[in-house]
């Protein structure tokens, strides 16, 4: 897939875009449109960006019932907020002895799952 078929939603000031690289299904990655390190960004556009990741947390939960997520913040050189869904036992011997990550459904497939998602919350 393309950058632009990655694309969950894009407004003025962000974009939520499905990870091309997924460590599980439903990794997002959430970041202003503005490429800006964290100490170039505007409180309102950080406030911005925690907001979209917790409606998307929410919209996450719903698509996949996943244990929990890990969300975590890169500060440069561009400011981004990825959410990663997890499950419990989600690290199989696969990843531990063969450093492959076996995730049961195509990137695809799962943005559309979260658009399908998303256009039902009004997003």
């Known amino acids: 897939m393309n950058n632009e078929e990655l694309?969950?939603?894009?407004?003025?000031k962000i974009v939520v875009l499905h990870n091309p690289h997924p460590?599980?299904?439903?990794?997002?990655?959430?970041a202003p449109i503005k490429h800006q390190a964290i100490n170039e960004?505007?409180?309102?556009?950080?406030v911005e960006l925690m907001d979209m990741?917790?409606?998307?947390?929410?919209?996450?939960e719903r698509v996949y019932n996943p244990h929990?997520?890990?969300?975590?913040i890169?500060?440069?050189p561009h400011v981004s907020i990825q959410v990663v869904p997890r499950w419990n036992g989600d690290v199989s011997f696969m990843t531990l002895f063969y450093n492959i990550k076996v995730v049961p459904e195509?990137?695809?497939?799962s943005v559309n799952r979260i658009r399908s998602?998303?256009?039902?919350y009004g997003l």
């Open 41 to 46: 960004i505007s409180t309102s556009t950080l």
């Open 106 to 109: 195509t990137v695809k497939d």
């Open 7 to 12: 694309i969950i939603i894009k407004n003025e």
């Open 74 to 76: 890169s500060l440069a």
């Open 53 to 60: 990741a917790k409606k998307f947390i929410n919209i996450l």
């Open 23 to 30: 460590f599980n299904n439903g990794h997002l990655i959430i």
């Open 68 to 72: 929990g997520f890990n969300v975590g």
């Open 117 to 120: 998602m998303v256009r039902e």
